[in-house]
Nanobody
């Protein structure tokens, strides 16, 4: 089971990036998925999550209105479109998957996820 995150990079404040997470080894079409981030010296924090069916989405207050999480179950991928980026968005971004199929509660804590990608660096310059 592997989650591969990609799409990070260096961007100026106000710019956009699109992160993608590809799952392999098993299907995650029945799993809730999430994005988290961790800045140097800080704890890993919730960014966004989407239910297995795509109908429920949650966002951290700090990214609401700027970030959009989507999933494509046919391709076993989840994406995070990040617009109007700010220097405080700088962090390593991780995608995560819940191992429990069709869980009705979409977790917003790292403890609610069992599989993690390797992370992709996002750096926003001022």
């Amino acid at each position: 089971v592997q989650l591969q995150a990609s799409g990070g990079g260096l961007v100026q404040a106000g710019g956009s990036l699109r992160l993608s997470c590809a799952a392999s080894g098993r299907t995650f079409s029945n799993s809730n998925m999430g994005w988290f981030r961790q800045a140097p010296g800080k704890e890993r924090e919730f960014v966004a999550a989407v239910s297995w069916g795509g109908g429920i989405k949650y966002y951290a207050d700090s990214v609401k209105g700027r970030f959009t999480i989507t999933r494509d179950n046919a391709k076993n991928t989840v994406s995070l479109q990040m617009n109007s980026l700010k220097p405080e968005d700088t962090a390593v971004y991780y995608c995560a998957a819940d191992k429990n199929p069709r869980r009705t509660v979409v977790a917003r804590s790292p403890n609610g996820y069992d599989y993690w990608g390797q992370g992709t660096q996002v750096t926003v310059s001022s």
